[in-house]
Every structure is written in C-alpha cells, then in structure tokens.
C-alpha cells in the first residue's frame, strides 16, 4: 500500500440494486486484504450507517455537516465492528442537500472534505442514493472511479443511459479522471442463461466492462444489515462474501 487513495463511488440512481450492500461487503473484504478503508455513507436513509452497527438518530455530527462545511470529516468518522472507518449520514442528510443546492463548489465539497483525510486510507467507497442529485454528482466529483451495482436478471438496466450521461458530463466539466471501471451483477442467479445474456448484452449495449464475479442472489444478504456487519461477518464462508472477497481482489489488483 504506497501511500495512493483510491476513491470509487457505487452509483445507480435505481434504488435496491444492492449500492448499499457492496459497499459494506467490498469495503470489509478490502480490510481483510490488510487495507485501509473509509466507507461514506450519501443516503439520507442512512442504511449503510444502519447496517454498520450504529443508529442513524442518534448521530449528532454525519456527512451533512461536512457538506455544508460545519466540521471537518474527521470529527465525524467513526470505527466499525465490520473492519471499515465510516463517514456516516442520516436524515438529517436531506435538508443539508437542499441547502447545498445554492452553495458555492457544492460538487466540490465531498472531493475537498475528503482530500484532508486521504492519507489515513486506501480506498474511499462511496455509497451513492437512488438519485441523481447533488449528493450523486459530488460523489462522482469527488471519485477515481465509478462502479455501477446492476440487478441483472430483472433487466433493470434503462437507467443506465443516464446515470452514464451524468457521468460524462461531470467528466467534461469537473472531474476530467473518473473512470467507469464496470458494471457489478448483483444478486445474480447464474444458473439461468437469461442471466448471463443479460450480462453480456449490458456490456456490449453500453460498452462498460463487466467486473468479475458476479454476486450470487442469497437470502443471506438480507439478514446482515440487522445484525450490525456486512455477510462477511455474518456468514463468514458463504458463497456471497466469497464473491465480494474475490472482487475486492479484482479490484485491489489494477496498478
Ligand atoms: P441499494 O443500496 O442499491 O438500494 P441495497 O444494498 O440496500 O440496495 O440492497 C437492497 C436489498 O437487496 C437489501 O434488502 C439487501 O439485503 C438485498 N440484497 C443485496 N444484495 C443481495 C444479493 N446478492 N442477494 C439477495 N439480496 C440482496
Ligand atoms: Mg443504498
């Protein structure tokens, strides 16, 4: 680890295609590869928050106060069980983007919150609302690169025009080094071949690398959040934290 953050954002302005979830497992499996790691948590819901362990109401400083420039990032990250340090969010989130709207540098201000606490990290994940907002697009300002979670078998992918359309614009006019690294199948059931077609033709539609593995569908994803870790924790050996830790693999291995 040379001393190099890289920042990636999970972004689909579909809701429930599993943003939230690969941010909690990837994050965890990067800290099991010896990695540091900070995970920001951009939805007012507060559920990356939520699934790490802590109660999102009874937070008195999160991301919203940052944004808005009230306190350094630092005062507001806290440790988890779960392995990853978290910038957390909650309701509170909402009315701090609607003030941002008419703030100077609001794209900015994630990207400038979070270069005073880079050094501490190697890797930022950015967990992104089902929305492409002001939160969505500071995400993105503020990120090396973009991953974008797809529910593949559902063809859930018509919003992905768009969500790449926003992503070309920030890259025209503020941050001209975001990179699309893929698309992540989530919640993927390999044993049809509709959904590995699906997969494929995502790719070829859309000309995005498809990232490997997919993530297998499991119930056991659905009992995590409750219990305060991501399924790395929670089932330690399953299939699906396997997948994560072979992505996290994946992902820590490009120079
Ligand atoms: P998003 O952040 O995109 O809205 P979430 O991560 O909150 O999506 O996931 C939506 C729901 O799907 C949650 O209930 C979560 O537990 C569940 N889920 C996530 N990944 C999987 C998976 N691989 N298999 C089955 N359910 C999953
Ligand atoms: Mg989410």
């Known amino acids: 680890m040379g001393g190099v953050t890289t920042t990636i954002a999970l972004a689909n302005q579909k809701g429930g295609v599993a943003k939230t979830t690969s941010v909690a497992s990837l994050g965890a499996a ?9 995970v920001v948590d951009l939805d007012p819901q507060g559920s990356l928050t939520f699934s790490l362990g802590i109660d999102p109401e009874e937070l008195e400083v999160t991301v919203g106060e940052v944004l808005l420039g009230k306190i350094p990032a630092l005062d507001a990250i806290l440790e988890t069980d779960d392995g990853p340090d978290l910038l957390p969010a909650n309701i ?5 983007e609607e003030q941002l709207v008419t703030r100077t540098g609001r794209e ?7 270069d005073k606490v880079k050094e501490h990290y190697d890797w930022i994940l950015l967990d ?3 929305a492409l907002g002001v939160l969505t697009v500071g995400a993105l300002t503020a990120a090396d690169e973009v991953i974008i979670p797809l529910q593949a078998e559902t063809l859930s992918h018509r919003g992905v025009g768009q969500l790449l359309d926003t992503i070309y614009d920030v890259r025209q006019f503020v ?5 699309v690294r893929g698309v992540l199948a989530t919640m993927y059931d390999g044993r049809t071949k509709h959904a590995r077609n699906v997969l494929t033709a995502i790719g070829d539609t859309y000309d995005l690398d498809v990232l490997e593995p997919p993530i297998p569908k499991s119930i056991r994803f659905a009992e995590a959040p409750a219990l305060g870790r ?16 072979e992505l996290a693999k ?3 291995s490009r120079g």
């Open 30 to 38: 990067l800290v099991e590869l010896g990695h540091r790691v900070l």
């Open 175 to 179: 941050n001209g080094n975001l990179e």
């Open 128 to 130: 992104c609302p089902p």
């Open 92 to 96: 509170a989130l909402t009315q701090a």
């Open 250 to 252: 994946v992902v820590a």
């Open 108 to 114: 900015q201000r994630l990207r400038v919150a979070l």
């Open 230 to 245: 991501s399924i790395l924790g929670t089932a330690v050996n399953h299939k699906g934290a396997e997948a994560y830790r």
